[in-house]
């Protein structure tokens, strides 16, 4: 079974709108990390956040991590066309053995 | 440069039929990874190796075969390849101070 699981599956909005996306798992992580691919390239890290951090910025994006409710989300500000693509989240296995798992992915469009 | 190069890029391969899929690296990672993408399902591990003389199954491993040839290079070979097989194939790397993984930018595997 998948550790890291997105939601919405998809999400559909018009520029400049803020587009959240989420991120549930189910045991203990020592980190969390959001990847983003675009149609059919490798996936590209966007950013990782530890279990004792409670939120991290990137530019535009801004990760919250909620480790009592076993959640993370995603938040991409004044959303642009060219961040449209898949989404997904990894959790790093339980026990130590660093091998992040992979959700099924968030698919945001941005409508120019 | 690409820093986790996959080749080939695409192929079409009939069943039955014995291919290879290579990755290299130069990141310097000591951690490889192969990972299949399948719509809809996300990505699943195939195997992973830790270093040059550790090889371990991931969640997917019937059907298919690695060799860790060095640091650098993590090959993936499907010694009779079944139509079910077609899918996005990724290598990635890892160093587990750092966290996050690095992705190449895949191989699509057309079985017929």
């Known amino acids: 079974s998948q550790q890291g699981e997105e939601d919405p599956q998809a999400l559909s909005i018009q520029e400049g709108e803020n587009a959240t996306m989420n991120c549930s798992y189910k045991t203990s992580i020592n980190n969390l990390q959001w990847y983003r691919q675009n149609s059919g390239r490798g996936l590209v890290h966007l950013i990782l956040?530890?279990?004792?951090?409670r939120e991290k910025h990137s530019g535009r994006l801004r990760v919250t991590l909620d480790t009592s409710k076993k959640s993370s989300s995603l938040l991409i500000t004044a959303s642009r066309a060219a961040d449209t693509a898949s989404y997904f989240c990894a959790t790093d296995a339980p026990g130590g053995s660093y091998i992040p798992t992979f959700g099924r992915g968030t698919s945001l469009i941005v409508h120019p | 440069d690409a820093d986790v190069t996959q080749t080939p890029r695409n192929r079409i391969t009939k069943t039955g039929k014995r291919i290879m899929l290579e990755c290299s690296q130069t990141k310097g990672h000591d951690r490889m990874y192969w990972y299949r993408q399948d719509p809809g399902l996300g990505l699943r591990l195939i195997y992973y190796s830790f270093d040059v003389k550790d090889i371990n199954k991931g969640e997917i491993s019937d059907g298919y075969s690695v060799s860790r040839q060095a640091q650098a290079k993590f090959s993936l070979s499907l010694e009779s390849a079944i139509p079910n097989q077609t899918a996005l194939y990724f290598c990635?790397?890892?160093?587990?101070?750092?966290?996050?993984?690095?992705f190449g930018s895949g191989t699509r595997l057309t079985v017929v």
């Open positions: 990635a790397t890892s160093d587990y101070r750092e966290g996050g993984y690095t």
């Open positions: 956040i530890r279990s004792n951090e």
